[in-house]
């Protein structure tokens, strides 16, 4: 190839890497992600290309996607501590502390006079050290004792001051979530016993439940998927005033990632947590794989529950989410999970139904792959982008209705810039409920109604509302803090 054709190519390349640039300031990401990839067609041996698309891979929370670039970036250059960087903040983001303390280690050693690689490898060997002091103290899941059953709420005095939302006797009656509602509207909080006595009476209902819950939806009657809230409370009201409150008549299911990232986690839990005892029909719920330990630890919920409420609480909200189903199939038709499909061919809806789901994710198996997977354009399986769970195919889609007599998948798991995507030749749907995500995404939120006996998905998109100045992440770990 001539010099000046080398040239062209390399200055071509360098066009399309500031054109990215600019993409992603504009918070396109995943535009940026496909001018990235443009670029790297034309001169795949520059470092900068893919430690820039590995940061646009995390945005997405495309972590393994993330470290797969940052790790190119490092075999091209092995000096380039923003590779390493950019990796260790994968690793950290998949709360794989001892993976990203080497990383960060190694941009030290490569920049021993910068004070952010110092701070940042701190913040790291701190979480390190708290990861082996909680190994060290850990009791066996089969030895532990129900944090629930120490908490008898009714010996929890309410103050005289106190003027929020109150539970008359053990009924939650519609009264109260209004009330309660529009206390934390205000950004007034619920007295603590209240709070109790919702999160265990909660517990009692989801533990009976099967890992796979069947929805029957009467003819004439119709009913609301809605996908990740992401703790964006005043995005949840605006789903209600839009939509109406859940009730027997308006039957809403949400599919998961209620917490972390959106700063008012706390408030949506209670709130929906309190409309499934005020009327179990009304509102179903499914777990994400942010209902977990490990997410909450790293994306906020934790310390915002720290934060509004105590210590036990943490306790209590991580055992009552192992009791959340894991999947709904509405009037044997429509199959709804959070994450995606499956490694295997041949899983019957028996097989999800029959999974042990009181535990922590796992990070491989059904379950896992529940919680985790995505849809891909390609047919097939791939690796996952996110670095656990996987990827799958129409085709995988395909052979899954049909082997379980279904029409359609719906799950959510991705923010999308309308608020949904239809995939898979019409078989699967994305829906995601949380707009401008984490404040910085400028979505749309959707959700779906489907309507009885066609059940014929009917998207409403809407956009983000104001709420008060908590920035989203405010309540997240320190080290996750930096990186945002």
């Known amino acids: 190839m001539p010099d000046m054709d080398i040239e062209n190519i390399t200055a071509r390349a360098e066009e399309l890497k500031l054109q990215a640039n600019e993409a992603f300031k504009a918070h396109k990401i995943a535009q940026s992600i496909d001018l990235y990839s443009q670029a790297i067609e034309l001169n795949g041996e520059n470092a900068v290309y893919y430690a820039n698309r590995a940061f646009a891979h995390t945005k997405l929370e495309e972590y393994g996607s993330a470290i797969q670039d940052a790790s190119k970036a490092i075999e091209i250059d092995p000096k380039y501590s923003k590779g390493y960087y950019r990796r260790g903040a994968a690793y950290l983001a998949m709360g794989k502390f001892k993976e990203a303390l080497k990383d960060f280690q190694q941009v030290k050693r490569i920049c021993p006079n910068d004070p952010d690689a110092s701070k940042k490898l701190k913040e790291c060997e701190k979480a390190v050290m708290k990861l082996k002091f909680e190994e060290a103290i850990s009791v066996q899941e089969t030895e532990k004792r129900s944090v629930a059953d120490s908490i008898d709420y009714s010996t929890i005095e309410v103050e005289p001051q106190y003027t929020g939302a109150r539970i ?59 996908g990740d809230v992401h703790g964006q409370f005043y995005d949840l009201l605006n789903i209600f005033e839009i939509n109406g409150l859940p009730s027997e008549d308006n039957p809403y299911l949400f599919n998961g990632d209620f917490v972390d990232r959106g700063s008012f986690s706390v408030e949506v839990i209670l709130t929906l947590f309190a409309f499934k005892c005020m009327s179990p029909s009304a509102i179903h719920l499914a777990r994400g794989n942010h209902e977990s330990k490990s997410m909450n630890k790293i994306y906020g919920f934790e310390g915002e529950v720290r934060s509004k409420l105590n210590e036990t609480f943490i306790e209590l909200f991580a055992e009552v989410f192992c009791c959340l189903p894991l999947a709904h199939v509405i009037n044997e038709k429509v199959f709804v999970v959070h994450g995606g499909l499956f490694s295997v061919d041949g899983v019957k809806l028996s097989d999800i139904r029959s999974i042990d789901r009181f535990c922590e994710p796992p990070e491989e198996g059904l379950m896992c792959e529940l919680l985790w997977s995505d849809p891909q354009p390609s047919p097939g399986r791939g690796p996952s982008k996110r670095g656990v769970g996987l990827s799958f195919g129409a085709d995988v889609t395909e052979r899954f209705l049909q082997e379980n007599n279904l029409d359609l998948v719906v799950r959510s798991h991705e923010v999308k810039d309308e608020g949904y995507e239809i995939e898979h030749d019409g078989k699967l749907i994305t829906v995601f409920s949380a707009p401008n995500y984490c404040d910085q995404m400028d979505n749309k939120g959707a959700f779906i109604r489907f309507n009885a006996p066609d059940l014929k998905p009917n998207i409403v998109t809407f956009t983000a509302v104001p709420h008060p100045d908590v920035k989203a992440m405010a309540y997240a770990s320190n080290f996750l803090r930096m990186f945002s």
């Open 168 to 226: 008359e006797g053990d009924v939650v009656t519609l009264d109260f979530v209004k009330k309660m509602m529009e206390d934390f509207r205000n950004q007034k909080s619920l007295h603590k016993r209240y709070a109790f006595h919702i999160v265990l009476q909660v517990r009692e209902m989801l533990r009976i439940l099967p890992s796979l819950v069947d929805v029957n939806v009467p003819e004439g009657k119709h009913f609301t998927v809605c």
